[in-house]
């Protein structure tokens, strides 16, 4: 089996890259070239099945080449410009990656005539504003350049579904976080911070709105339940989620604890990192992938601060 997949230099990419070929997949890689090198999250990975392209999104020439020549059994859309602060400063550029670099994919695959199992990597951000347990009934509301952008790209791969018989799945992803994760997003950010402080390197850790709550799960659980509906016989869009929510507060007073440290000491509110239109709470409800994939989390969340402490604690040398 062949798998394709976008993004594979990101925190989802590098973890989905291992379960892949743990299960005995041949994994072709997607990344974009640029100025330096980033490939840290999957340097590690060292196997003769495992191929690394350079392409983008936006290079429809590269995606087409691509797909004639890999033939790929799975295809994993997993690329975008994936934070929602700086889909604010940068709307033109996110639209264009994750609402058009969705369309060149499929047209890249329809155009190679082949009928792989497509996963695309949706978001709990398409909800927006909705309220309660949210699931894949939930009236969408998008509250950012990168919601919207994604909204886009889950209606095109219901679409394609539709109009071609292309085989599609929508993995409505909730929060899900991993010492891999982006220090620029607010739980990673967080961790390292904390143990940067405690190793002398910084003073204070600069935050927005302390109030939002998110449903916060592990990324390498949340990369099994892709490969797990790609596995199902009926393409659908499913919500993978903890069903439980933590706000940002939260999640900063568990790692103190874990640190040792008085939160109260070292944070500090940054009114620059506000959001124009903020999100409030985020809450999944993934009974329907339980009961069709046999999916549930592993990870919750007291865990999931404990390994990423545990992880930026000894990167900065502290344990």
């Given at each position: 089996?062949?798998?394709?997949?976008?993004?594979?230099?990101?925190?989802?990419?590098?973890?989905?890259?291992?379960?892949?070929?743990?299960?005995?997949?041949?994994?072709?890689?997607?990344?974009?070239?640029?100025?330096?090198?980033?490939?840290?999250?999957?340097?590690?990975?060292?196997?003769?099945?495992?191929?690394?392209?350079?392409?983008?999104?936006?290079?429809?020439?590269?995606?087409?080449?691509?797909?004639?020549?890999?033939?790929?059994?799975?295809?994993?859309?997993?690329?975008?410009?994936?934070?929602?602060?700086?889909?604010?400063?940068?709307?033109?550029?996110?639209?264009?990656?994750?609402?058009?670099?969705?369309?060149?994919?499929?047209?890249?695959?329809?155009?190679?005539?082949?009928?792989?199992?497509?996963?695309?990597?949706?978001?709990?951000?398409?909800?927006?504003?909705?309220?309660?347990?949210?699931?894949?009934?939930?009236?969408?509301?998008?509250?950012?350049?990168?919601?919207?952008?994604?909204?886009?790209?889950?209606?095109?791969?219901?679409?394609?579904?539709?109009?071609?018989?292309?085989?599609?799945?929508?993995?409505?992803?909730?929060?899900?976080?991993?010492?891999?994760?982006?220090?620029?997003f607010i739980t990673r950010k967080i961790t390292l911070s904390i143990a940067r402080i405690l190793s002398g390197k910084q003073k204070f850790l600069e935050v927005g709105n302390m109030a939002a709550k998110r449903d916060w799960g592990y990324a390498p659980d949340y990369v099994e339940a892709m490969w797990m509906m790609l596995q199902s016989s009926n393409p659908d869009d499913y919500v993978i989620a903890t069903g439980?929510?933590?706000?940002?507060?939260?999640?900063?007073?568990?790692?103190?604890?874990?640190?040792?440290?008085?939160?109260?000491?070292?944070?500090?509110?940054?009114?620059?990192?506000?959001?124009?239109?903020?999100?409030?709470?985020?809450?999944?409800?993934?009974?329907?992938?339980?009961?069709?994939?046999?999916?549930?989390?592993?990870?919750?969340?007291?865990?999931?601060?404990?390994?990423?402490?545990?992880?930026?604690?000894?990167?900065?040398?502290?344990?």
């Open positions: 089996m062949k798998a394709f997949i976008t993004g594979t230099s990101g925190q989802d990419g590098s973890y989905l890259s291992e379960c892949l070929l743990k299960k005995g997949y041949e994994v072709h890689g997607l990344i974009r070239r640029t100025s330096s090198f980033n490939r840290d999250r999957i340097d590690h990975i060292k196997d003769k099945n495992f191929h690394l392209y350079y392409g983008d999104l936006e290079d429809t020439s590269s995606l087409c080449h691509l797909m004639k020549k890999i033939r790929p059994d799975d295809v994993y859309h997993l690329a975008s410009m994936s934070h929602v602060q700086i889909s604010n400063d940068i709307p033109e550029y996110t639209f264009d990656t994750n609402a058009q670099g969705t369309v060149r994919l499929l047209e890249a695959i329809r155009l190679a005539d082949i009928n792989p199992g497509i996963y695309n990597a949706a978001t709990s951000e398409l909800f927006g504003g909705s309220s309660g347990l949210l699931n894949e009934e939930s009236p969408m509301h998008p509250k950012s350049p990168y919601a919207i952008s994604k909204l886009y790209s889950y209606w095109t791969m219901r679409y394609y579904r539709d109009a071609y018989g292309m085989r599609t799945w929508n993995g409505i992803l909730f929060n899900h976080e991993s010492p891999r994760r982006g220090e620029n439980e929510t933590h706000s940002v507060k939260e999640f900063i007073d568990e790692s103190c604890v874990f640190a040792d440290v008085d939160p109260d000491k070292i944070v500090k509110i940054n009114q620059d990192y506000i959001r124009p239109v903020d999100v409030g709470c985020l809450c999944g409800d993934y009974k329907k992938a339980k009961e069709r994939l046999g999916w549930e989390p592993k990870v919750k969340f007291k865990e999931l601060v404990k390994i990423m402490m545990e992880e930026d604690m000894k990167k900065e040398k502290l344990i």
